[in-house]
């Protein structure tokens, strides 16, 4: 089991199992499965409302013994920067210990380094970018690309005198 806060300060125990994977595909239509295929991780990373649906559906049970009861729109509403990664991190490594298979473990496992290390090599590419000051001379040559093809527009029909 894993656990994660949320912007609440909430600490939520990630726990996969059968009744998990059940329960997150009834209320999600989500197969936690599908990890296995290499699909799932980047639809999840990809897009926080359906992570964040998985992760309520995950700890639906917890939040409904809560007092009081935390609805998916409070919970939705204490997810964001830190608290998804935490989560994101939480539910992938779940996932990983989940896997029947020792191979699949293995291998998802992999799988799961290497998104991390795209994704670390990514940032990297864009915290270089930006301090290169290379974003913002693109910038600028747009902006006076834009500026003189819109003087150089023909006038329009309505604002030109008729004979």
Do not use: H
């Amino acid at each position: 089991m894993r656990t994660f806060k949320d912007n609440a300060g909430r600490t939520w125990t990630v726990d996969i199992n059968v009744a998990t994977l059940k329960r997150v595909r009834g209320l999600t239509g989500v197969d936690l499965m599908q990890v296995i295929e290499g699909t799932l991780i980047e639809k999840l990373i990809r897009d926080p409302v359906l992570l964040c649906d998985v992760v309520y559906a995950i700890c639906k049970p917890e939040a409904d013994a809560a007092t009081p009861p935390v609805s998916d729109e409070e919970f939705g509403k204490a997810m964001a920067g830190d608290a998804i990664e935490a989560a994101t991190t939480a539910v992938l490594e779940e996932l990983v210990g989940f896997c029947p298979s020792p191979r699949d473990r293995a291998n998802l496992g992999r799988v799961l380094q290497a998104t991390k290390k795209v994704m670390e090599r990514a940032r990297d590419l864009v915290e270089k970018k930006l301090d290169s000051g290379e974003l913002d001379r693109l910038a600028d040559r747009l902006l006076e690309t834009a500026g003189a093809s819109s003087g150089s527009a023909p006038a329009s029909s309505v604002s030109t005198p008729g004979p």
